[in-house]
């Protein structure tokens, strides 16, 4: 199986059904460790990645060119200029970079392993977080090298793999003193929460395996 447009536009859509109905659960953890509004900037991003995905963006003027790189530009673009958090330039980042890395019509498992890893390093080197940092880092980037290590198997065992991995690096963030974003301010009281960011990674990856399910 390869990532084709269809499936491409159908993880979006996914990931916009996700965020819209998980939206109270995120801005009640962004709520606990932040400013409350985490929920709503991915409602409000995601909403507008569909009204362009319904207006046809990220195709060219003829509206046929829609591969799987230039949807996700075309996503990530509008996050960047829908979302005013930090998460919007950083997811934005992440689809953009992750976009340009895929300039065929389709791509396999391998080639969207590396648009991932060009996504997290868009994360990385906008925001500055590392593993550890109490981040959507945290979920990222065990979902990228689970997606790595299992490409071989195809889209859906590697995506599957991915979003279990990003489930898991999510949950794993409780425990730990955020070192960036709004929780940093809270010092060792941001321990004990879920990061709300990385929560939401869990679900744009359980998008994308559920876009890529056989
Ligand atoms: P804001 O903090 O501006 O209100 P959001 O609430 O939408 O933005 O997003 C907060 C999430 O963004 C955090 O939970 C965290 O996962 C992520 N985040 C914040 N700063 C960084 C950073 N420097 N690097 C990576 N992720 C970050
Ligand atoms: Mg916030
Ligand atoms: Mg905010």
């Given at each position: 199986m390869e990532l084709d447009s269809a499936r491409t536009e159908a993880w979006l859509r996914a990931a916009a059904a996700a965020v819209t109905a998980q939206e109270a659960e995120l801005t009640a953890l962004d709520t606990a460790i932040g400013d409350g509004d985490h929920g709503s900037n991915l409602r409000r991003g995601f909403t507008a990645v569909l009204a362009g995905l319904d207006a046809g963006e990220g195709g060219n003027t003829a509206g046929t060119d829609r591969s799987p790189g230039s949807l996700l530009a075309a996503a990530g673009r509008t996050l960047i200029s829908t979302?005013?958090?930090?998460s919007g330039p950083l997811y934005g980042s992440a689809l953009r970079a992750a976009g340009r890395a895929l300039p065929g019509a389709t791509a396999g498992p391998g080639e969207l392993a590396a648009a991932l890893d060009e996504a997290l390093g868009a994360v990385q080197a906008l925001g500055g977080a590392r593993p550890g940092?109490?981040?959507?880092v945290d979920a990222w980037a065990p979902a990228a090298a689970a997606f790595a290590e299992t490409a071989g198997q195809g889209l859906a065992a590697a995506s599957g793999a991915a979003a279990a991995a990003a489930e898991q690096g999510a949950r794993a963030t409780v425990p730990l003193v955020a070192r960036k974003g709004r929780a940093s301010y809270l010092g060792p009281r941001s321990a004990g929460h879920l990061d709300p960011g990385a929560a939401s990674t869990a679900l744009l990856f359980t998008a994308l395996a559920e876009a890529c399910r056989e």
């Open positions: 979302v005013g958090g930090a940092d109490k981040t959507m």
